[in-house]
């Protein structure tokens, strides 16, 4: 179904839809148009998995307590384009970046932990107006730039329903659970891009904070291996 890239030897089956994308009126047709928008938008980037997952996980944050949604590392906007497609729209999106690249603050800390050749400014480029362009100026899109934590000030107050943190480097992602993960409402969906790829090492951040809060990820069969968090009610 996916028509996933593979090489002839590997002969593997095609991945069924979900059941409910058969039985529900409108699941398939939801399912087939974000996956066409983001396919056509970034062809390089084909990852079906990434998007069935977040239709799930989006869907389940949607009937949460009141809450807003959350990308930190909007890059181009193809993962906050798919994130606003499918949240409730009576709630805000938050897009928070540098659009500069990687900073020199947090590339100084990753080199402390292991070989790499990330430099300051290392990404795509991009810019907040592309971004908002791209998304077609929604009024519930809050772009705020700069560098994280401090580009967090102002939104201490706030509750989450759902928050994607793709910010790849270490420094900025645990900063990111630690601040967000207590700000999450009860059953409020927290995900971390980039866990199962070895360029990066985004489990160091994230299986500092998973033992420290004493919760546990779920590794997800996107691309990257993304993992998931939900917050429990409070006893």
């Not at 002839?8 to 928008?37: I, M, N, T, Y």
């Amino acid at each position: 179904m996916f028509g996933f890239l593979r090489r002839k030897e590997d002969c593997l089956p095609p991945q069924r839809v979900p059941h409910a994308f058969e039985s529900v009126p409108g699941r398939r047709q939801q399912f087939d148009q974000v996956w066409k928008d983001f396919y056509q938008a970034y062809p390089d980037l084909s990852d079906p998995n990434r998007v069935l997952m977040f239709i799930q996980l989006i869907d389940a944050a949607n009937g949460l307590e009141d809450g807003d949604y959350i990308e930190l590392g909007v890059s181009r906007g193809m993962s906050l384009k798919l994130i606003h497609s499918l949240m409730d729209k009576s709630k805000t999106l938050y897009g928070l970046d540098n659009f500069k690249g990687f900073d020199a603050r947090d590339i100084k800390v990753e080199k402390t932990l292991y070989n790499n050749e990330w430099v300051e400014g290392n990404f795509w480029e991009m810019s907040a107006a592309g971004v908002t362009q791209y998304l077609g100026d929604p009024p519930n899109l809050r772009l705020i730039t700069g560098w994280f934590p401090d580009a967090f000030a102002g939104l201490e107050d706030k509750r989450w329903r759902f928050v994607h943190i793709d910010m790849d480097l270490y420094q900025p992602i645990k900063s990111a659970l630690e601040i967000f993960w207590p700000r999450l409402v009860p059953g409020g969906v927290l995900l971390v891009h980039d866990y199962g790829c070895y360029g990066f090492r985004v489990n160091l951040a994230v299986d500092e904070f998973a033992k420290s809060a004493g919760v546990f990820p779920i590794q997800l069969p996107d691309r990257w291996g993304s993992v998931v968090f939900r917050k429990p009610r409070a006893p």
